[in-house]
């Protein structure tokens, strides 16, 4: 590792403290992640919080009880209909 200092306002500082403590983890340890996801783009299941991954159920909902068993129908349906643009 390599030792870097960092200049924050008052505001960063304590928005960084507040996180890190939320997190249970060190000031430092938060801003590698931080850089990890935002500059290197690595994602941890972790950062994934349940509300989260739980707000993906029943994203595709269409009301239609049967549409798993009528697919096909519902996709052949929408493309010849006004749905396609």
Known sequence: ??????????NQHQ???VAARREGV???ELLRRLV????LGKVRASDYTKD????????GASGHPDISERHDDALDEALRG???R
Not at 1 to 10: D, N
Not at 36 to 39: E, H, I, P, S
Request: avoid cysteine; proline fraction near 0%; charge should be neutral.
């Open 1 to 10: 590792m390599i030792r870097t200092q960092v200049y924050l306002t008052e």
């Open 15 to 17: 928005a960084l403290r």
């Open 26 to 28: 060190s000031m430092t």
């Open 36 to 39: 990890d996801r935002q500059l």
């Open 52 to 59: 989260a991954t739980m707000s993906l159920v029943g994203l």
């Open 82 to 84: 006004d749905a396609v």
